[in-house]
């Protein structure tokens, strides 16, 4: 059964579920031994003597409702330090600030648009080198670091967006370590640490998308970062800070509130995930499904080293032309039509014209990212719903 590490993936994380609903959050550390920790609101507190260190003095430095999510994060990613953010392209940026004129990105050339608009508008006007490349080819990888002594960061995405491309996230730190000065920062966005966990991977940095998993709820906007090194750490609590992308402390609520139930979410994603993506490898009028839980995925190997399963995320290829897969988007019933995953409801994404829109078409191509290409979020639906959704709808795409 899915979920239940039948597949031979990596051992579940030991007391992930109990991590979750008490680290950092005993209720005598608050005077009302409140069981669910209050929200606090306040921009401001009351200090006892002018000049003295107190744990808090304002808002964007530190707030006890984002001091108990960073902690719990923390343990769940296996860190030493978490660091709570605005959203995940706000985490993105603040990881970009450790990095100077001059020096140089390399980065999985399947990634996020957001990071690839990001990285982009960095490297114009910033002055920033970025390079895309395929990181499967650890040849490639370590020559592109000799061909850019500049590099100062290997940024990492796996499984990608959209077409869910693996990536080996000990083999491409242990060659970019090789290289004096060199991060290795992963998006875990897509797994969530329940399945992954990059920096027991070798990774420096790990950032998540909280929006998407970790949250669960499609209703609050947050990015993490993860690390286990003091002078990171140090560095990123004062770009944070300073730049202030700090979420709301009721955005820190939610999110906490989230991780609460993400053992039990990403269990059934995975199962859902599982169902769907058998169910359309067997469906006549589907060409490919891609799915790091199937054994026809070509990096699945790689999946069952470093993760203790996978999540709900399944990409595939209709069969015809661009406008079956646009019918077949728009006779759905039980998933949505729009962007972003993670939540608990199914959604369906045309990425060609929706998250990749603005690649260049020929960039597109390389990648996979054709007209016919879609994306899932398969969520918490009844499993024989969401297949009987699916069925009808790709029936009414080719009636």
Known sequence: MAG????????????????????????????????VPPITLSTIFKQRVPGDEEDYKYTRLDNPSRHVLEKVVSILDGAKYSLAYSSGVAAILN????????????????????????????????????????????????????EHPTTR??????????????????????????HHGVLVAVDNSFMSPYFQRPLSLGADICMSSAT?????????????VSVNRDDLYERLKFLQTTLGAVPSPFDCYMCNRGLKTLHIR????????????????????????????????????????QCTGVSGMVSFYINGKKGNAIAFLENLKVFTLGFSLGGFESLAEHPATMTHANLPEEEKKRLGI??????????????????????????????
């Not at 960061?153 to 090789?178: F, G, K, Q, Y």
């Not at 290409?373 to 009808?392: C, K, N, P, T």
């Open 4 to 35: 239940n590490n039948a597949l031979d993936f990596l051992p579940r994380f030991k007391h992930f579920a109990t991590h979750a609903i008490h680290t950092g959050q005993k209720p005598e550390q608050w005077s009302s031994w409140a069981v």
């Open 95 to 146: 990881i970009c600030h450790l990095l100077k004129t001059g020096d140089t990105i390399i980065s999985v050339d399947e990634v996020y648009q957001g990071t690839r608009q990001l990285f982009d508008k960095m490297k114009k006007e910033f002055n920033l080198e970025v390079v895309y490349i395929d990181c499967k080819d650890l040849k490639l990888l370590e020559r592109t670091i000799k």
């Open 153 to 178: 960061l290997v940024w990492l995405e796996s499984p990608a967006n959209p077409v869910l491309t693996v990536i080996d996230i000990r083999a491409c730190a242990e060659v970019a370590h090789r």
């Open 212 to 224: 998407k998993y970790i949250n669960g709820h499609s209703d609050a906007l947050m990015g993490l």
């Open 266 to 305: 990403m269990k059934l994603h995975f199962h859902n995930g599982l169902a769907v993506a058998q169910f359309l490898q067997s469906h006549p009028s589907v060409e490919k499904v891609i799915y790091p839980g199937l054994p026809s995925h070509p990096q699945y190997e790689v999946m069952k080293r």
């Open 370 to 399: 054709t007209d016919t290409l879609i994306r899932l979020s398969v969520g918490l639906e009844d499993e024989e719903d969401l297949l009987a959704d699916l069925d009808q709808a790709l029936k009414a795409a080719f009636a």
